[in-house]
């Protein structure tokens, strides 16, 4: 049930309960980035540019009380809205479900939904309340990999990556990596352009297509660093994202099926330029239930896959 924040306190007439949920702005970022301090689930859904990204596609809703961070979603492929588990400092950030609870029940809706729950939060809440339900949701579960292993992609384990990209370094013995500047803006876009009008851009595609434009004028907006690789005079390949804690997650990951191992390499090479000296882990995100996709993001061998759940919990 999707109520927008402007009609939420006239629903609950005018019920302190309720939280005053809002749009998210560009103005929010810098606030999302001072909760993305506290974030211990690596999950690629709470990243500051990812719900400024997604924003409207999931109308993403935020409230900052009392030093907690709330977050509702609503997904409309599902046709359901749902509410994060508040971001903050530990312990105090479990203590906000409570207060989600409250709001829920101010606003008369049968048992609190909340969702992309962590395992360990699951766990928190079955200790703590009458958990209804609990659905793992696999086809959005995050693919983390060992940062170190994935720049390096030694060992028999990576021959198959490895053979891929040697196939690209005999093409393109001219290859050069670029950080994303004014200087290569043009070409990026053009190289997007090309990307989406040949496979497409319905959907969320198209959601992702304007974003995308958007965070190449305003990349501090996303907190987005990226790159391409150029070879034989254009662009083959491009990839996006961000790093949160320990932790870089990679948004947005782009090449030209034409150029073989251009998106082996892109992966790697993306890691390598971007990953910090306190850089644990990489989040690839998920595979949305595409057997390709889950096929090829197992083939990097993840150290875990970060489930997600969502959750129905009762008034107690």
């Not at 006239?10 to 974030?39: K, P, T, Y």
Request: hydrophobic content about 40%.
């Amino acid at each position: 049930m999707d109520i927008p924040c402007t009609q939420e306190k006239e629903r609950g007439h005018g019920n302190d309960s309720l939280l005053a949920f809002r749009a998210i702005a560009r103005s929010d970022v810098d606030e999302l980035r001072v909760f993305s301090r506290h974030f211990r689930q690596r999950l690629c859904e709470f990243t500051p540019g990812n719900l400024y990204f997604w924003r409207d596609e999931f109308d993403n809703r935020m409230v900052i009380e009392d030093g907690l961070l709330y977050v509702r979603q609503h997904f409309r492929a599902a046709g359901v809205t749902a509410y994060c588990y508040p971001q903050g400092p530990e312990p105090e950030r479990h203590a906000g479900v409570d207060r989600l609870l409250a709001h829920s029940r101010a606003l008369g809706e049968p048992s609190l939904r909340l969702g992309n729950v962590s395992d360990g939060e699951l766990e928190l809440l079955r200790g703590r309340y009458a958990v209804l339900s609990a659905r793992a949701e696999r086809d959005w579960f995050d693919y983390l990999y060992d940062a170190a292993a994935f720049a390096s992609m030694a060992g028999r384990r990576y021959a198959g990556q490895r053979n891929h990209i040697n196939q690209f370094l005999r093409a393109f013995p001219d290859w050069r990596y670029e950080p994303f500047g004014p200087d290569n803006r043009a070409d990026v876009r053009a190289f997007l352009e090309t990307f989406y009008e040949t496979r497409g851009a319905a959907g969320i595609l198209r959601e992702e297509r304007v974003k995308l434009f958007e965070a190449l004028d305003d990349p501090a907006a996303y907190s987005l660093s990226g790159g391409l690789i150029r070879g034989a005079g254009r662009v083959l390949a491009l990839s996006a994202g961000e790093r949160v804690g320990d932790t870089l997650f990679v948004h947005i990951e782009k090449a030209d099926l034409s150029a073989p191992g251009a998106y082996p390499m892109m992966a790697r090479e993306f890691v390598r330029r971007n990953a910090a000296p306190d850089t644990l882990f990489v989040n690839r995100e998920e595979d949305a239930g595409v057997e390709g996709l889950r096929v090829s993001k197992l083939s990097y061998h993840p150290v875990k896959l970060l489930e997600k759940y969502t959750v129905e919990l009762g008034r107690p």
